[in-house]
Each structure stands twice: as C-alpha cells, then as structure tokens.
C-alpha cells in the first residue's frame, strides 16, 4: 500500500513497522504517516489542521472512561456477558483503532483483535507497544490485549480461535448529513471505506462464537441481517445487537 511517509529520522522500530505492513512512499499521496512524539500518527496532507489520527491506550479520555466506570453506564459492560468472576474471551474481528477492544480488556477479558487494514494496523499495533510500556496500564494490558493482523473472514474460517464473544463494528453504512461523523472519523473513513462483507462476517462469527455475536450499529441502520436478534441494548447514537450462536 502506498501512502506518504514523513518521518524525520527512520529509526528501528519504524522500519519494521514499514516492512511489517509493506508500506511504501508515495509523494503524490494525500494521506501521510508522520512521527510525532514518539507516536506513529495518520494526517491529511489536503488539511493540515485537522487533527491526525493516532491510537493511544493511554489518552486523557480512555483514562476518564476507565476512572469514572459504573457498571450501568458502561454499555460495553452490560453487552459482555461478563458475571460474578466470569469473563469472556472476546474476539473483535473489526478492531480499528482499538478503543472498543481497549475498553473490553479494562473490563477484564483477554481480548484478540483482528485488522487487515495496513494502515490502521500499523497505527494500532504503535499504540499497543506504547501502551505495553506504560507504567499504569502495562502490566494488565500486556496480558489481556493482543492484535493480529489479517482478514478476519480467513481467520475465522480455520476454527483455531475459539472465542466465548465476537464483537462486530463494521464501518457504518451512509445515511443522511445529519449522521456525518466528525472530521477525523470522515478522513477514517476515506481511508477504509465501506465494509461490503460484514454480513458474512456476522455469519462466519455465529458458527464459532461459543457464547454471544455483539454487532454494533449506529441508531439509523439496519441489523446486519435478516435473523432474529435475540437481545438489543440502545445508546443515545448505537445500538448493540447480540446474536446467539448457531
Ligand atoms: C468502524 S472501525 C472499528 C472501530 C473500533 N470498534 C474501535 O473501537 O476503534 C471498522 C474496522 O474494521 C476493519 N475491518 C472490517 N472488516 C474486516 C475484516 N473482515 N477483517 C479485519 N478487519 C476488518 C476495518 O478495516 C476498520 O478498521
């Protein structure tokens, strides 16, 4: 894949990651790779103001959600499944830049994520090293989150994985100018595209998930498919909709 990289030194960790994720330069690009602080960040060349994209586990606002956490507020909590000392091994098959998967592994679950896209993988995998590195948060996360880098219908299909929960959060379908989402989650979207195989996807899930499918959707679309959901849990702008396995 090419994209523009601009980094001012190419020390050892970013060359791997270069090779990792067979990115190349390309001037003409306008999206470019850039370090900044240590930190490996996505920006539009097209808009230099707009904030660029990077993941980081150790953000005020991951740190606000985890502070603040309340079981009944907690969306991703009362979707889990997790009881008493229960907690399920969660696999997100549609990771991005993990925040999901982050806040699921606060919770207590070991989580694997899956991302073929080589751009957001090389964004998360970053901000997993930094994350592992991180006095606070280290220690759990090094145990509890994990990332491989692939098409998750692949991954699925040779049944060597054997998660209690999958978690779905395909890319949201269009819909009207009101459901734009903000700047940086448009330029996100410029990057991935749509999502034409979540459906499948859901499907691949329900043969291999030994406890629940969990499919996020924003309030305006529709499920992913024509089957029954068996429970669904609203948000002011999500809804989650949980499918038994087959
Ligand atoms: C909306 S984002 C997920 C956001 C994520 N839940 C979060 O909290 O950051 C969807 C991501 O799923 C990835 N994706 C979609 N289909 C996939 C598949 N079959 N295999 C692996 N990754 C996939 C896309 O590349 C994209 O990065």
Redesign the pocket.
């Known amino acids: 894949m090419k994209i523009y990289l601009k980094f001012k030194s190419y020390n050892k960790r970013i060359c791997k990651l270069l090779q990792l994720f067979k990115l190349e330069h390309d001037q003409n690009c306008s999206m470019g790779l850039l370090i900044n602080h240590n930190s490996l960040e996505l920006y539009n060349r097209e808009n230099v103001n707009q904030k660029p994209i990077k993941v980081d586990f150790t953000s005020k606002k991951n740190h606000y959600r985890c502070h603040h956490f309340r079981r009944k507020n907690e969306v991703l909590y009362r979707v889990s499944g997790i009881k008493n000392s229960y907690f399920p091994t969660v696999l ?10 982050f806040i699921f592994s606060f919770l207590g679950c070991k989580v694997i994520m ?4 080589p751009i ?1 993988a090389a964004l998360l995998k970053d901000g997993l090293q930094r994350g592992y590195q991180d006095k606070k948060i280290g220690h759990w996360l090094q145990t509890r989150l994990h990332l491989i880098v ?4 692949k991954m699925l299909e040779i049944p060597i994985l054997q998660p209690d929960v999958i978690y779905l ?4 379908p269009f819909y009207h100018k009101k459901s734009l989402p903000k700047k940086d989650m448009q330029f996100f979207r410029q990057l ?1 595209g749509h ?1 034409y ?2 459906k499948k ?1 859901l499907e691949v899930s329900r043969k291999l998930a030994k406890n629940r499918i969990i499919v ?1 959707r924003p309030y305006y679309a529709k499920p992913l498919s024509e089957d029954k959901v068996n429970h669904i849990v609203t948000t002011r702008n999500h809804r989650f909709d949980i499918y038994q396995p087959f």
């Open positions: 997100d098959a549609t990771a991005g830049l993990g925040n999901d998967a899956i991302e073929r896209h957001v692939n098409d998750s219908l959060d395909p890319m949201y991935i999502n195989d979540s996807l996020k």
